[in-house]
């Protein structure tokens, strides 16, 4: 199966600030089906991001994401307070499904 | 307004079994997949179980296989794992999640999940 890493464990930044999270697979993800989830405590992850760069429905445009292959980025242009969480990758083209161990966006 | 609501958790002694519930609205049902994903406390997210629109493709994860079965009732919206021999190792947050209609689909979208709690 494709282990997935996400990098780093915890970002501390402030609102207003970019946020880059990494997340690179054992192996070439197929067709880069790779997708991004954030969690909030108590909550369910959420979509944001599919086809390693299409925004999924209702996402604000300063979600974006990037790469192929076995390297793959969110981006967050301006972080909001809401946006601090825990963001998780992973990837659906190749059985089973498996996702990153999580990065913790924390407020600065 | 999709909604995925899901039932049947609880506390379990080991070896227990224990059978979860989603009810689905919001969309048609019978033309989804459906998956079961699990989030022990404090950890990441584990994929656990798919099951295809007519039920035909079924797969799990190795860490559950042949102790859990997934199965759906397209009549009556709801989806279901049936969870035998329970261990410690899956006490977890459950969650039904929808994907696509049998490509490669990520989870559009997600229950606010059940907790199952394996212990004696």
């Known amino acids: 199966e494709i282990v997935l890493t996400q990098s780093p464990g915890t970002l501390s930044l402030s609102p207003g600030e970019r946020a880059t999270l990494s997340c690179r697979a054992s192996?070439?993800?197929?067709?880069?089906?790779l997708a991004w989830y954030q969690q909030k405590p108590g909550q369910a992850p959420r979509l944001l991001i599919y086809?390693?760069?299409s925004r999924a429905t209702g996402i604000a445009d300063r979600f974006s994401g990037s790469g192929s292959g076995t390297d793959f980025t969110l981006t967050i242009s301006r972080l909001e307070p809401e946006d601090f969480a825990v963001y998780y990758c992973?990837?659906?083209?190749?059985?089973?499904?498996?996702f990153g161990q999580g990065t913790k966006l924390e407020i600065k | 307004e999709v909604q995925l609501v899901e039932s049947g958790g609880g506390l379990v002694k080991p070896g227990g079994s224990l059978r979860l519930s989603c009810a689905a609205s919001?969309?048609?049902?019978?033309?989804?997949?459906m998956n079961w994903v699990r989030q022990a406390p404090g950890k990441g997210l584990e994929w656990v179980s798919s099951?295809?629109?007519?039920?035909?493709?079924?797969y799990y994860a190795d860490s559950v296989k042949g102790r859990f079965t997934i199965s759906r009732d397209n009549a009556n919206n709801s989806l279901y794992l049936q969870m035998n021999s329970l261990r410690a190792e899956d006490t977890a947050v459950y969650y039904c999640?929808?994907?696509?209609?049998?490509?490669?689909?990520?989870?559009?979208?997600w229950g606010q999940g059940t907790l199952v709690t394996v212990s004696s």
């Open positions: 999640a929808r994907d696509g209609f049998g490509g490669y689909d990520p989870l559009y979208y």
């Open positions: 919001g969309f048609t049902f019978s033309s989804y997949r």
């Open positions: 099951i295809s629109s007519t039920s035909s493709y079924i």
């Open positions: 192996q070439s993800v197929r067709s880069s089906f």
């Open positions: 086809g390693a760069s």
């Open positions: 992973e990837q659906y083209g190749s059985s089973p499904r498996t």
